[in-house]
């Protein structure tokens, strides 16, 4: 592992935040669980270490847990994706926020339904200006398989950011739990991201498998980083 | 090979066109190329059939040969799409329309931006109503690639639809030139496959490679169609 962070997980009670948190404590960065209820955020993360037998995992607020982080990562439903962020906001200046918000509006979330601007994260960066940087990444990965230690999880990263640097940070984080993270151009570009997972539930649905995922192809076999 | 159509690939002198054009041929279907010069469409038909050694290829108008055809492909340009659709319309009543079509702006190719709808191939479906079938696809396959007969496509084909059925046919048209089709739900679901489109060309920018693709992971290994 190229450096140990201190990783916020907005959202970090939740299927995909909790799937994320439990692979990178195992890979051993100290992850806080947030939540918006603070004594819950701790109990999952007892029960995460429990799972585990070790790794540094803490839960609280989400206000506290981006306080104390070096990345915030965002893991909350789409509808809470704002309230969340402005919540944490003042807590976020200078650092990187990941945000892995789908906008999926239920109940047809096998739908695309984008926002009118296309993409939600691109809107997050939009109100947070440039002392936030902010990258797309997770959107496609299955919480089904993250959460199951036992095989690795066979998806690439899509990574949007308007900050190459910050990007690569994010690639580096993937790499950490097994995964391929691809550069995939500037924040606009999540709008496919978050649209094709959509897609990836309605394939779940048709062919009843628990969590498809994406590979790209016809990149270098060596990623030049 | 299930069935052998007649299929008309408007745009067929264009470099995705022509590639699927150049497999379909080779796979034995009846193939017509369409251009807004006739002429143009002709003599790109010889040089397929030169190049094939074989193959019922030939063209036209886009107009006479969106006629002709059992399935009609749409291969131009985004700025084209509208005003070709608007020229066969006519032609189109009762069969499947595979729109190809991605909402690329130029000069900024590598940036997601989406029609204000989400999906170009949508607003099509709508404008021509229920009596086609708009089916989307072979967005994110690289031209590149398909029209290198020596090597198999490493690339999904997403295939998005209001109409099942016509999706299966799709799914098979997309088998009989080597391509495992997908079905990726309804025809909004296509603003994902155009959107991506984007990325996959600034993967091909960031990593100097001639043509991204994707897969899909986590389907049953035998696809139920």
Redesign the interface.
């Known amino acids: 592992m190229a450096q140990t962070y201190t990783i916020a997980i907005l959202g970090g009670t939740g299927q995909e935040g909790g799937g994320l948190a439990l692979r990178w404590a195992k890979a051993g960065h100290r992850v806080i669980l947030g939540s918006r209820d603070g004594a819950k955020a701790a109990a999952a993360a007892m029960e995460m270490k429990a799972t585990l037998g070790a790794g540094d995992v803490s839960g609280t607020s989400n206000k506290d847990a981006a306080t104390a982080a070096d990345i915030v990562v965002l893991t909350v439903p789409f509808a809470a994706q704002r309230s969340t962020v402005e919540e944490v906001r003042d807590a976020l200046n200078g650092k990187i926020l990941i945000d892995a918000t789908v906008p999926l509006v239920p109940p047809k979330v096998?739908?695309?339904?984008?926002p009118?601007d296309?993409?939600a994260v691109a809107a997050i960066q939009k109100t947070l200006g440039e002392s936030v940087r902010v990258v797309s990444a997770f959107q496609n990965v299955?919480a089904h398989?993250l959460k199951d230690l036992s095989h690795e999880v066979?998806?690439d990263v899509?990574v949007?950011g308007d900050d190459p640097a910050a990007r690569e940070t994010v690639v580096g984080l993937a790499a950490d739990i097994g995964l391929r993270g691809?550069?995939?151009?500037?924040i606009?570009?999540?709008?496919?991201?978050e649209?094709?997972t959509?897609?990836?539930i309605?394939?779940?649905m048709?062919?009843?498998?628990?969590?498809?995922?994406?590979?790209?192809?016809?990149?270098?076999a060596e990623?030049?980083r």
Chains 1, 2 share one sequence.
């Open positions: 096998a739908r695309v339904q984008l009118s296309g993409s299955s398989h066979d998806c899509l949007c691809v550069h995939a151009g500037p606009v570009n999540s709008a496919a991201a649209a094709l959509s897609i990836l309605a394939m779940n048709r062919y009843k498998v628990p969590g498809t995922g994406i590979r790209i192809t016809g990149l270098p990623q030049p």
